[in-house]
């Protein structure tokens, strides 16, 4: 079974960078779909990006269209976050999918000071 563990979040100015990693446990992780989703306080949980199990497509939310990347290597994916809005303060979760199984992380607060 992966196990998904964020790291990289944290205090931030607008328009300031920060990079979200998130380390997966386990042989199979190279077959899941990766992501991330976001939070924020009184706001119900919401889609960021995502990466294919090959990393040969991504999607971006239109929010973060331009200012985010995801990536992925052979243990972790990333979240490169550039321009960063107060808006974008968050509880931000690393996601997993294959097949039937959906697999999330515990959660890395960003937050972004205007």
């Known amino acids: 079974q992966v196990q998904l563990v964020e790291s990289g979040g944290g205090l931030v100015q607008a328009g300031g960078s920060l990079r979200l990693s998130c380390a997966a446990s386990?042989?199979?992780?190279?077959?899941?779909?990766m992501g991330w989703f976001r939070q924020a306080p009184g706001k119900e949980r919401e889609f960021v990006a995502s990466i294919s199990w090959s990393g040969g497509n991504t999607y971006y939310a239109d929010s973060v269209k331009g200012r985010f990347t995801i990536s992925r290597d052979n243990a972790r994916v990333y979240l490169q976050m550039n321009s960063l809005k107060s808006e974008d303060t968050a509880v931000y979760y690393c996601?997993?999918?294959?097949?039937?199984?959906?697999?999330w992380g515990q959660g890395t607060q960003v937050t972004v000071s205007s």
């Open positions: 386990g042989r199979t992780f190279s077959v899941y779909a």
């Open positions: 996601t997993g999918k294959y097949g039937t199984v959906t697999l």
